[in-house]
C-alpha cells in the first residue's frame, strides 16, 4: 500500500507544468559536492487532531441502541453488532463456553438454512458475517457491497437473532479449542506471556483462568444455547452501521427488520474485579527441547481512563517499544548471547488493568544476567530524565501509531462502540492525541517513579535450567516451579436435578414410543444388522455385520478385499482378530468395545430401565445418557416425531487423541414392529467419517454367545 502511494506521488509530480528552459548549468564534475542530508534533518508537519466523524444515535423501541455513520466514497455497507457478554461470565467448570458460543453463533446456521448454506449464499453475494465472544465482549459483523446491502442485513438479522448452534459445526468448533489446549505449550514465548499474565490477574480468576480439555468435554449444545439467550438481547445490544446509505433510511430499515426481536432478560450483572496486585515473584517453566530461554516480567499495567496513561505509554516506548530505537534493545538486543526481539510496553485494556510487560529471549547461559540488565534499565528510567531525542522519537512513534488505528471510519466506529460500551466520553481519543502531544521529559520521570517497582516484578523464564549459567535463584527470590503438564480429556457427566431427570424420562418415553413401544424394545433379546460401510476417505466398501445378544455380548465382521477383521465382547473382556493376527483386547480397545454395548440399540432406548444407568435433560429434545461405568453420550430426538436421530460421544483414538463423534440416522423402517435406522452417517470432530447402509436386519433370530466368540 505504502509503494503505491508512492508511485501515485511521482506520477502527480510528473504531471505537473514543467518550469520553462534555462541556460545550461556547470558539469556535476564542475561543481562542489553538496553536503548529504540526514534523515534525522527532515521536517514534518505535526500530525492533525484525529478527526470525529459524523454519528447519528438513536434507541430503538425494543432497546437496541443504534449508531449510524454515512460514507459515500465507496459502495460498501459494515455493521457490528456489540452485546455485553464475555469468556469472564464462564461457569469454572465449563471454561471455554463464551468461546465456543462465539465461533458457532455463525458456524451453526440459523433456523432456515444451516451454516454451510449461509457461506454459500454469502459467498455469493460477496458478503460476509463472522461472529466471536472475547474476553469482556462478544460481536456479530457484516461487510458487504451496497447492492448486496438489503439481503446481507437480512441474513446478519438472522444470526444475530436465530442461531441454531447445529450440533456438528459445535463438535467442529469444540475440537478446534481441544487442538488449542493440546498445542498451548508448543510456543515458549507464549507459554511466558501466558504465564505472567496468569500470576499478575490470578491464575484462578476468570482473568486467569485457561481452557482444558475437561471444561471443553462439559460443555453441551444446552449450555450454548442457554448462554446465548441469556446475554443476546436487544437491550443488551449495541449496533452499529457504516457505509454508502442515507442515515434517515437505513434507521427506519433497521427498526423494521429487528421490531420482532423483543426478548427480554435481567440486566446483565458486572464483570468481576481483578483482585490485589500480587508481590511479585520468580517462576521457571522447564523445557528441555528449547536451546534459550523465553521470559517475561512485569507488573499490573491499568486502565485506558488512567490520566496518565499517554506519559505510561511515551514511558514503555523509550524502554523499549518496537520500531523505535527502545534503551533495551540498544544494550541488550545483537550482542552475542544476549536477547533479540525484545519488547516493552505499558498494558491497560477499559475496564481492568491491562499488563506492564517487558518479554523477549536469550542465550540461556545469559539468562539471570539479561534479567539483572532490564532490571537496571528500569531502574535508571526511574532516577534520570530521558533525552530530547528520546522523548521525541517515543512521542511521534506513539502518535503515528495512534493515527493508524484511525485510518478509516470502520475502525472509527468499532471505536465508537468501544467508548458508548465501557462508558468512555466520546472524545477520548482526541483527548488521548492532545495527552500524547503534551507528555514532558519530567511526566515520564514522574511515572517511572510512582507506576515502576522493579523490586515487586514478577519474572517468568521458560527453558532448560541446565543451560543457565547461573541460576533463577540469584535474582533474590524463590524459584517457583511451574506445571506446564496438560490433563488428559475426561468425559464427565453434567449435574443432574429433579427436574432434569423427570424431563429425561420424558423424552426417552417419548422416543420408545416413536419406535414402536418399550414393550416391544424389550422383547428384543439379540439382533443381526448387515449392511455396507463406505469411508469418506477412501472408495473402498466393507461389509459389516454386527451381532448382539442381550444384555452385553457384541460382535463385529468386517469384510474388505483381501481382508476380514472380527471384534468380540462378552461383557467383560473380547479379542480382535485380523489376518495372521489374534490378541485379547488391550485397554483402550477394550474401553471401545464396552461403549459400543452402552450405545446398542434397543437398551439405549429403554436406559430409563436399566439400573446403574441415568438419563436426563440437557434440552428440549436432548437427553445425556450415563452409566456406573463411565459410559456416557447424548441422544438427540427429533422435534418433530421423537425418533432418536442422533447419539454423540466421545471415543479415544489409537494415539491418545479424543475424538467427538457423531451418529446420524435416518431411514427408518419397521422390523417386527420397530423403527430402526438404516442408514447412519458417521461424523468425527463434525468432519464427515463413514456411512453406513443397512441391507438386511433380523431380530429374536435365536443366537446363542458361542456362536457369537467362535473365532473366525
Known sequence: MRMALALLAVTALLAQPQPPVRAARPSAAARPAAAATSPRDLKYPPLAPIPAPKVESFTLANGIKLYLIEDHELPLVAGTAMVRTGNLF??????????????????????????????????????????????????????????????????????LTAPAFRQDKLDLA????????????????????????ARLVGKDTPYGWAMQHATIDRINRGDVQ?????????????????????????????????AGWTVQQPAVPEFPKVGPAPAGGTFLAVKADVTRTFFALGQRGGELRDKDYPALVVMGTI?????????????????????????????????????????????????????KAIREEVERLRTTEVTDEELKGARDAALSSLVFAFDNKVNSLNRILAYEYFGYPGDFVQKYQSGLAAVTRADVLRVARERLDPARFTVVAVGNPQDFGTQLDALGSPVAAIDLAIPP??????????????????????????????????????????????????????????QWISPSNWRRDQERPGARITVYWDGKAGWVAAPQVFSALDARQNREAQMQAFREYFPLLLSDRLEGRTVSALDETTVEISDKNGNLLQLVTDSETGLPAKVLYREVDAVGASNAVEEDFSDFRVVSGIKMPHKIGIFHNGQKFADVTVTETRLNSGLKVQDLGRRP
Do not use: C
Not at 109 to 136: F, H, P
Open 90 to 159: 464462564d461457569p469454572g467448570e465449563k471454561i471455554g463456553l463464551a468461546t465456543l458460543t462465539g465461533m458457532t453463533i455463525r458456524t451453526g446456521g440459523t433456523i432456515s438454512r444451516t451454516g454451510d448454506e449461509l457461506a454459500v449464499e454469502l459467498e455469493n453475494i460477496a458478503a460476509t458475517i463472522d461472529s466471536e465472544i472475547g474476553e469482556s465482549s462478544g460481536a456479530v459483523t457484516f461487510s458487504a457491497l451496497k447492492a448486496g446491502a438489503d439481503r446481507v442485513l437480512a441474513l446478519f438479522h438472522e444470526v
Open 174 to 197: 469444540k475440537a478446534r479449542l481441544h487442538n488449542l489446549v493440546a498445542r498451548r505449550n508448543d510456543n515458549p514465548d507464549g507459554i511466558a506471556r501466558m504465564e505472567l499474565l
Open 226 to 258: 442457554r448462554f446465548y439467550r441469556r446475554y443476546f438481547f436487544p437491550a443488551n445490544t449495541l449496533l452499529g452501521l457504516f457505509g454508502d446509505f442515507d442515515a434517515a433510511e437505513m434507521k427506519a430499515r433497521v427498526e423494521k427488520l429487528f
Open 319 to 371: 524502554l523499549g517499544g518496537g520500531g523505535f530505537p527502545s534503551r533495551l534493545s540498544q544494550r541488550l538486543a545483537g550482542k552475542a548471547g544476549n536477547a533479540y526481539e525484545i519488547a516493552a510496553g505499558w498494558g491497560a485494556n477499559f475496564d481492568h488493568p491491562g499488563v506492564f510487560n517487558i518479554s523477549g529471549s536469550v542465550k540461556s547461559l545469559s539468562t539471570v544476567d539479561t534479567i
Open 489 to 546: 480429556s475426561k468425559t464427565e457427566a453434567a449435574a443432574t436435578d429433579t427436574a432434569s431427570l423427570a424431563k429425561g424420562k420424558e423424552i426417552l418415553l417419548r422416543a420408545q414410543q416413536a419406535v414402536g413401544g418399550a414393550d416391544r424394545l424389550a422383547a428384543v433379546k439379540d439382533s443381526v444388522r448387515i449392511g455396507q460401510l463406505n469411508g469418506a476417505a477412501t472408495a473402498v466398501q466393507v461389509k459389516q455385520t454386527e
